[in-house]
């Protein structure tokens, strides 16, 4: 029988750390889920894990910068769109690659999607059966966008449209589109009644109108910045920045029935099943009764998490009425089977949670940004443009933040002020998440050269132990010559101590053979630098962290 620790971690938090600039800035034990912290440098072609320490687990290479999101999947492998730099599609968040990158570092997948007609921007999402999601503009023709009854005064060279593929790898850098959805089979519009798509705005919530913010100076009409996948309703959600609200679409279509307006699992093939967060784009309200401003990482909280099957969004705040600042938003989706409650205008009319960080206009971040909902009640938030990862409690206490170092290959030296460290996300992965079944994770140091709170900062990770033989003391740490461990009881013979040092190599091994309650590890000879002391047998799962100081 096996117990999971209460997860630990001191802080000696001192004035000095009130004038640190970069890397841990705070580190509360007092309700803090402890774990991996993901991201990837906007203008650099690092993606780093961190502990909660600040502390660097592991770093992962390209050749590209990101475009935009990056995600640990579940087999530990990285799923990381990248940017090639494509001239045609030049707004913000284009990619036009995506990689799948082994844990040792190797690049087992790389497919290109951009072109002059396509490229794959933002984001994109892995699925359970082992395929990609990808969301790609596509470009059409001023006499396409006409064609479709766009206004020609209101109609630049090229319109972008949004289409989402989900993808099927086949090779080492080729790949099958086995699903689409294409954002140009689901319009309307009420401004040429000659056009077959003719229809009165607001009475068709499942569509989109092509001239709702259109502009003969903008070919990125959309600018579609996140996409989520639900695998027990098998829907997709969406980010539609342009237009200030989320969608929610069917993914149980066929090709086929996603470019109609029947079939699936909800009977609406690919007309939007579910909008919210800006009334007035399908004709149902005013610009007094937006939600939304210029959000991002629009997600579904998973079922077995706090607000578990709601939906949170990062809400910018970009040209709110009562003044420019951003909150975090979790609203409770009127869900009926597979469908969705259609009083318009869709609901619903109150959120279930918000952040605001206090006085509400002193935490702003323009563009980028993210929050995710974690186990604890936790939320962790990222400010994109100033590369600041902050975990809150559930009312709203940060009790965890983190400034990204990092911008392309500088790393800011500590007490300097950052400049272009920006970061389109970061992401949380449990002690427990699967990706790092089988993987040594040892803290090296800080990315950034020197950080004393992340030195204060000690930290167990992973801790299991077995009933009945109780862990009482590991001392001294730091440590010099020797560390020794006292347990409660005496431990099986057979059971493996061992130690590994930064990098993962395991530099000691010892197999008890006697039943001793104390033992004892010489590390005068290792060099100075961060370990974590390990004991394994039947029954009993433990680890340490530690320093040794030279």
């Known amino acids: ?52 320490c600040g502390r660097e687990v592991k770093s992962w290479s ?41 844990w040792d570092g190797t690049v087992s997948w790389s497919y290109d999607l951009s072109s002059m007609a396509i490229c794959q921007h933002h984001d994109i999402r892995g699925l359970p059966n082992g395929n990609v999601l990808a969301i790609v503009w596509e470009s059409k023709t001023s006499g396409d966008a006409i064609n479709q009854g766009r206004d020609p005064a209101l109609t630049p060279n ?17 790949g099958t589109v086995v699903w689409k959805w294409d954002l140009w089979d689901h319009l309307v519009q ?36 996140s996409i989520d996948y639900d695998p027990v309703l ?70 077995d998490l706090p607000f578990g099957d709601h939906i949170m969004i990062f809400n910018n705040g970009e040209g709110r009425p009562d003044g420019s600042y951003s909150t975090v938003e979790v609203i409770d989706p009127p869900v009926m089977g597979w469908n969705y409650d259609t009083s318009l205008p869709f609901g619903p009319a109150t959120t279930a949670w918000n952040y605001n960080y206090g006085d509400p206009h002193n935490y702003y ?11 604890n009640g936790n939320v962790l938030i990222t400010n994109g ?72 900062c000690g930290l167990t990770v992973g801790l299991m132990e077995s009933t009945g033989y109780d862990v009482l003391e590991v001392y001294p740490n730091p440590a010099f010559d020797n560390i020794t461990i006292q347990f409660g009881s005496a431990i099986p013979q057979g059971t493996r101590l061992s130690m590994y040092n930064a990098i993962g190599q395991c530099i000691y091994s010892h197999f008890i053979t006697s039943s001793n309650t104390v033992y004892t590890i010489p590390v005068a000879e290792f060099s100075g630098g961060m370990y974590v002391v390990k004991v394994n047998g039947r029954d009993l799962h433990w680890e340490r962290r530690l320093t040794i100081v030279r």
Do not use: C
Not at 191 to 209: C, W, Y
């Open 1 to 52: 029988m096996t117990k999971t620790l209460t997860l630990t971690a001191t802080l000696l938090f001192s004035a000095i750390g009130n004038s640190q600039t970069v890397g841990l800035l705070q580190h509360t034990p007092e309700n803090l889920e402890d774990g991996y912290v993901l991201f990837a440098p906007m203008s650099g072609t690092e993606t780093y894990l961190i502990d909660k």
């Open 62 to 102: 390209s050749a590209y910068r990101p475009g935009q999101s990056v995600y640990l999947l579940p087999d530990g492998k990285l799923l990381r769109p990248g940017n090639v730099g494509n001239l045609t599609f030049n707004a913000g968040g284009k990619g036009g690659i995506i990689e799948i990158i082994e």
């Open 158 to 174: 090229a319109v972008w449209s949004e289409t989402i593929l989900e993808i099927q790898p086949t090779g080492l850098t080729t």
């Open 190 to 225: 009420d401004f040429d009644q000659s056009k077959p798509n003719f229809g009165v705005i607001a009475e068709n919530p499942q569509l989109m109108d092509i001239n709702y913010g259109a502009s003969d100076l903008q070919s990125d009409w959309v600018h579609m910045n």
């Open 234 to 303: 098998d829907q997709i959600l969406l980010s539609p920045h342009s237009f200030d609200e989320i969608w929610i679409i069917d993914h149980s279509t066929s090709t086929a029935e996603a470019a109609s307006h029947s079939g699936g699992n909800s009977g609406q093939g690919g007309d939007l099943l579910y909008r919210w967060g800006n009334p007035a784009v399908y004709g149902q309200g005013s610009n007094q009764d937006k939600k939304l401003f210029g959000q991002h990482n629009a997600r579904w909280i998973e079922n």
């Open 365 to 375: 971040a323009q563009r980028l940004s993210s929050a995710q909902q974690l186990r």
């Open 385 to 456: 443009p100033a590369g600041i990862f902050t975990e809150v409690n559930a009312v709203g206490d940060p009790v965890w933040n983190y400034v990204n170092p990092v911008s392309g290959t500088t790393i800011a030296p500590q007490y300097s002020i950052p400049s272009s460290n920006n970061a389109f996300r970061s992401a949380f992965y449990p002690i427990s998440y699967s990706g790092f079944a089988g993987q040594t994770l040892v803290a090296g140091t800080t990315i950034e050269d020197t950080n004393p709170v992340s030195d204060a």
